[in-house]
C-alpha cells in the first residue's frame, strides 16, 4: 500500500508543480523599455541606410536588440492600444515603423508630423521592398517614446 502512495503522492506533486509554473507564465508581463538601456543609438535615415546597403550584416547587429532610434515623424497611424509612430525622411518611401507599447497612449496624441523624436522599442526585423515602389521599413515593437 505504501508504494502505491507513493506513486500517487509523486504524481501529484508533479501536477501541483506544473499547475504553478503555468500559472506564473500566463500571468507573466514583458518588460516595459522605459527603463532600459538601449544597447545602440542611431539616427532613422542611417539604420534604413545600414538595412539597405548590406541586410545580413544589419540583422546580425541589431536582431533581437534595444534601440534608441532619433527621427522625424513621418506619420502616425491609430491602432488597438497607442499606435504606430512611423519615421524617416519625409522625401523617402523607407521608413522605421514603430509599434508604440500600450502605456504610450497619452503621449501618442500629442505627437505631431514632422516634430523630431526618439524613440526606444525591440528591433524585430526589415521588410525589404523588392519592387521599389512601396519603400522598405524596419520593424521596431514594445516601443517608448524617450524623454
Not at 501529484?12 to 545602440?40: E, F, S
Not at 539604420?47 to 541586410?55: A, H, P, R, V, W
Request: aromatic share 6%; glycine share 10%; charged share 20%.
Amino acid at each position: 500500500m505504501s508504494k502505491k502512495r507513493t506513486i500517487v503522492g509523486g504524481i501529484v506533486v508533479v501536477i501541483l508543480m506544473a499547475a504553478i509554473y503555468g500559472w506564473y507564465q500566463y500571468n507573466r508581463t514583458v518588460q516595459g523599455l522605459a527603463d532600459v538601456r538601449a544597447d545602440y543609438s542611431v539616427e532613422a535615415s542611417a539604420l534604413i541606410q545600414e538595412f539597405i546597403s548590406n541586410e545580413a550584416a544589419a540583422q546580425k547587429k541589431y536582431l533581437n536588440k534595444i534601440l534608441s532610434v532619433k527621427g522625424t515623424i513621418k506619420g502616425i497611424e491609430a491602432g488597438e492600444n497607442a499606435g504606430t509612430v512611423v519615421l524617416g525622411d519625409t522625401t523617402d518611401m523607407n521608413s522605421v515603423r514603430c509599434v508604440l507599447d500600450s502605456t504610450a497612449n497619452a503621449i501618442t496624441k500629442s505627437l505631431q508630423r514632422g516634430a523630431v523624436i526618439t524613440v526606444k522599442g525591440a528591433i524585430t526585423g526589415f521588410n525589404k521592398d523588392e519592387t521599389g515602389l512601396l519603400g522598405s521599413d524596419v520593424q521596431l515593437n514594445r516601443c517608448v517614446i524617450a524623454r
